[in-house]
């Protein structure tokens, strides 16, 4: 079986994360021994946030994802791969990003997973600016030193 093409969608819309698990099911036919599913959603903050707004560089986005989503396949045996990224608009509750990975094993799935979200929250061309409850717009979003860390792992 030949390396899965990896998926790739940046969108206003919200995701369906149950389609998506059905959708690389239904393709795989019953070969995977594992799906591996990450779901980032929006956080409140304790309340202080109204939304995040995601704004990302169209093209240049969906190139690294693709660069990086191959170099996923590459280092696993994965048998699918998708990766969806909201942009625009997103509350609290709702979804910013899914990752969903299959293998024969769940190793693989797990491992491919999280060297996924490890790009995505520290190199992935995003920028994300806060909008508060009280109706203000706040800062753009600086990356945190844990991430940066947790990412390290993987050079």
Do not use: N
């Amino acid at each position: 079986m030949s390396a899965p093409l990896p998926s790739i969608g940046i969108q206003a819309e919200p995701f369906d994360t149950a389609a998506e698990i059905a959708r690389i099911g239904a393709e795989l036919g019953g070969r995977a021994g594992a799906v591996v599913t990450f779901t980032g959603l929006c956080r409140d903050e304790d309340g202080r946030l109204a939304a995040l707004e995601l704004e990302h560089y169209p093209g240049m986005a969906e190139a690294e994802i693709q660069r990086v989503a191959e170099e996923a396949i590459g280092r696993w045996p994965l048998q699918a791969l998708r990766v969806i990224h909201r942009h625009g608009l997103v509350r609290p509750g709702d979804g910013i990003v899914l990752v969903v990975t299959a293998s024969s094993h769940r190793v693989a799935a797990f491992e491919a997973a999280d060297f996924l979200m490890d790009y995505l929250k520290t190199r992935a061309p995003f920028w994300k600016r806060e909008h508060l409850a009280d109706g203000t717009t706040g800062g753009w979003v600086e990356a945190a030193a844990r991430d940066d860390a947790a990412a390290e792992r993987w050079t």
